[in-house]
């Protein structure tokens, strides 16, 4: 961790202005950090998206859900309902009883003859979330090809650092048109991404209703993407919990760049940021407890290859009756649960239930997930990512080896003083086969070996 003089913080130096438009406030949702992208400065960092910002499972996959019912709306043709705001704000801000109350009142609305597509890596999870509101089919693009697999289409997004997505569901009945498609991302900035789907899409498989729904939609006001879409013959509507306006200054992408610079020349430690690294010399610190995961035979684990609408229910019904034992989380530890890049919505599920199994005078409950998105790290009180983990990929990636990141699990939650100790009395990270390599042990565990203090490993089917 490194702090960096200067006149103002670094949110301040770099210019980046954030103002709520409509809905709920999008200050009380994001936080802003540095990107590490020649072609891109700043990155918004949601308190409810579970993958930068550890945060209560309750209130991320309430966000989720929340989301999905504005969609019910607007597919319905009714007006949009009204959002309970303050909990919302309350719950992103890590109060957990308001987390808990938000997510207790919340259940799914269906069900509805749509597809919805979350894009990954940051999304898959909350499209999820979606679909399970709305009760529907659910399929997440995927960055990772699979062997057997055919890909049943794939699409571009612009300016990213990853920027190859590919749809591969096991049914292409799924895929099918005619009925609505929901495409769900945590954030809107240009919307091109959306449209870059929308147009590949509808090219082969076209359909008349496409709505785009995000957590935030921080589109510039002369965005033409619902004019776009109208031009394919297809109508679009757009939801969002809050809505907002990012102002930025002409010399932004300098801005960045000088600033990278100079927290690089005063970081101290062996990568940029002030992040550290795992290393692949010597054993790992014990106790380190490995456990596969007991899962019904057919039933998806998320939406990489497709999850059926009637699959939801049996999804709930597989974690209260098959994931939890063994796993309770004790009333007295701090427990995070970490997922691994696509693989969000189990981890965030179990947590969830872990949560609500803990009761409300536990210790708590996190859940967070591992990215691949590259970020400046700057210990600075209202900077977005605080500490970093920086990793080697542990899942033979077809774009061939790289780093990867897990930001802000070394202080845990800042209001807990842990006397010096580990943030984290018990990390459980949750990995698929293809995840479960030597290099996971090398790297992410070995990260966060000082940083807990105890891990078990949760292998899915």
């Given at each position: ?230 031009a394919l013959g297809a109508r679009l509507d757009v939801v969002s919990l809050a809505t907002a306006r990012v102002e930025l200054p002409a010399d932004v992408i300098a801005r960045a760049a000088a600033l990278r610079s100079e927290i690089d020349r005063r970081a101290d430690l062996p990568t940029r940021g002030g992040a550290s690294v795992g290393s692949d010399a010597g054993a790992l610190p014990a106790p380190l407890e490995v456990r596969a995961l007991g899962w019904p ?161 949760l292998v899915t089917p």
């Amino acid at each position: 961790m490194i702090a960096v003089a200067g006149t103002g913080s670094i949110v301040d130096r770099l210019g980046v202005r954030l103002e709520p438009v409509a809905g709920a406030d999008a200050t009380a949702l994001l936080g802003v950090a540095l990107r590490r992208n020649p072609l891109r400065a700043h990155l918004l960092v949601s308190r409810v998206l579970g993958k930068h910002i550890p945060s209560d499972p309750r209130a991320v996959r309430a966000a989720g859900l929340l989301l999905g019912l504005l969609v019910a709306d607007v597919l319905a043709g009714r007006p949009p309902r009204a959002l309970p705001t303050e909990r919302l704000h309350a719950a992103a801000a890590g109060d957990r009883a308001a987390a808990a109350a938000l997510h207790a009142s919340l259940a799914p609305e269906g069900p509805t003859d749509a597809l919805v597509l979350g894009f990954a890596e940051t999304a898959t999870a909350l499209g999820h979330c979606v679909a399970e509101a709305l009760v529907s089919d659910y399929l997440h693009s995927t960055r990772r090809e699979v062997p057997g697999v055919t890909a049943a289409g794939g699409f571009t997004e612009e300016h990213s650092h990853a920027t190859s997505h590919t749809l591969l569901p096991t049914d292409p009945d799924l895929m099918r048109g005619g009925r609505p498609l929901v495409l769900v991302d945590d954030e809107l900035s240009t919307g091109r991404t959306a449209l870059n789907t929308i147009t590949a899409l509808h090219r082969a498989m076209p359909r008349e209703r496409y709505v785009v729904a995000a957590l935030v939609d921080a589109r510039p006001p002369d965005s033409d993407l619902v004019e776009a879409v109208a031009a394919l013959g297809a109508r679009l509507d757009v939801v969002s919990l809050a809505t907002a306006r990012v102002e930025l200054p002409a010399d932004v992408i300098a801005r960045a760049a000088a600033l990278r610079s100079e927290i690089d020349r005063r970081a101290d430690l062996p990568t940029r940021g002030g992040a550290s690294v795992g290393s692949d010399a010597g054993a790992l610190p014990a106790p380190l407890e490995v456990r596969a995961l007991g899962w019904p035979a057919g039933l998806a684990v998320g939406g990489r290859h497709g999850f059926a609408a009637a699959d939801h229910a049996a999804f709930a019904t597989a974690l209260a009756e098959v994931a939890v034992p063994g796993l309770e989380a004790d009333p007295a530890e701090r427990t995070l649960v970490l997922g691994t890049e696509e693989l969000m919505q189990l981890p965030l599920r179990l947590a969830q239930v872990l949560a609500d199994a803990a009761g409300p005078e536990a210790a708590g409950v996190w859940f967070s997930t591992s990215t691949r998105s590259p970020a400046v790290v700057v210990d600075e009180p209202d900077y977005a990512l605080r500490t970093g983990l920086v990793f080697a990929a542990h899942d033979g990636p077809a774009d061939g080896p790289g780093r990867r990141y897990a930001y802000n699990l070394a202080t845990g939650d800042p209001d807990a003083a842990r006397g010096g100790g580990p943030a984290w009395d018990r990390v459980v990270v949750v990995v698929d086969p293809p995840g479960d390599t030597p290099a996971l042990r090398s790297g992410l565990l070995r990260a966060l070996a000082p940083h807990t203090r105890r891990t078990t490993l949760l292998v899915t089917p």
